[in-house]
């Protein structure tokens, strides 16, 4: 059996240009989630841009980001917008603004994930709109990865800025603790909706074929489904259990992320009637029964 994708290994250049619109810097925060690490995007053909995503606040980012401006022929930034708060996407928000003085920020509200930021935020709702020379972003608030996820329909390309809800490589962590798989099937219909010819995803290369990818992860998470089911027919009742089967392939460095992942699912089957825990307690670690 083929081994199936994942970002481990894993190499892209720390500057690239994906379209005359979208340049990428590469955040210097290589892991085994994060892949060759964040990818931070240059918006627009003029010569302040917005930063899209900030990485993880790594000192060697702030070269990489400096020689994308000016390879873009950039004189600064305009503004920094994120996609949502978790730490490898605004963990680079101050360095950013030390570097480049004081810049606008722009998120979906998250108050424990915004206060990281260390200064004032500029809320964006489902459907706002950003606009700089050349671009205009508009707001899809997408929840599942997190709460405040947003990804972004880049107008004059209608091509999708999708965060962390679809990736280059492999498939997306649904967390236990802020994710919402029901939420996350919602926010994937949606995006498909607006059939994306391109995807510029936070990790991983460049989706060209991006209306197809959005069907492809609704199908991976529909066989999921599937799958955990067969695990727990065959007796399976711990997740742990339950990722030894399901993720056989993986690397097992990759088995606590997959469990986080079949949590989302097992939480899904709780809400729909299919299944049920022993107790309330961490549902990560109770023993899951089929009803």
């Not at 841009?49 to 702030?62: A, H, M, N």
């Not at 873009?72 to 101050?94: F, N, R």
């Not at 066989?223 to 056989?248: C, K, N, T």
Request: hydrophobic share 35%.
């Amino acid at each position: 059996m083929a081994k199936p994708p994942t970002m481990i290994g894993l190499a892209l250049p720390d500057i690239d240009v994906w379209s005359e619109r979208v340049s990428v810097a590469l955040g210097q925060n290589p892991s085994v989630f994060t892949g060759p690490g964040t990818n931070t995007y240059l918006v627009g053909t003029g010569k302040r841009r917005i930063l899209l995503d900030t990485g993880s606040g790594k000192r060697s980012y702030l070269p990489v980001l400096e020689r994308c401006l000016e390879e873009a022929g950039c004189d600064g930034l305009q503004e920094i917008v994120l996609t949502h708060g978790h730490p490898d996407h605004l963990g680079g928000v101050q360095d950013v603004c030390e570097r480049f003085g004081s810049l606008r920020v722009s998120k979906f509200p998250w108050p424990e994930a915004d206060a990281l930021i260390g200064g004032s935020v500029r809320l964006l709702e489902d459907g706002d709109v950003v606009e700089t020379e050349g671009a205009t972003l508009r707001a899809i608030h997408t929840p599942g990865h997190c709460v405040d996820h947003l990804c972004f329909l880049l107008e004059e390309e209608r091509s999708l800025f999708s965060g962390d809800n679809i990736l280059g490589v492999g498939t997306t962590v649904i967390p236990s603790q802020g994710g919402s798989l029901q939420d996350y099937m919602q926010s994937l219909r949606r995006v498909l909706a607006e059939e994306p010819a391109v995807i510029y995803p936070a990790h991983g290369p460049r989706i060209d074929t991006g209306a197809d990818k959005i069907r492809e992860y609704i199908a991976h998470r529909e066989d999921r489904d599937a799958q955990i089911l067969a695990a727990m027919r065959s007796g399976a009742d711990r997740i742990p259990a339950i990722v030894a089967i399901v993720y056989a392939g993986y690397p097992e460095s990759l088995h606590a992320a997959a469990g986080q992942s079949v949590c989302s699912h097992l939480l899904k089957f709780e809400v729909e009637g299919v299944a049920s825990r022993s107790g309330e307690s961490d549902p990560l670690d109770d023993r899951w029964t089929l009803e």
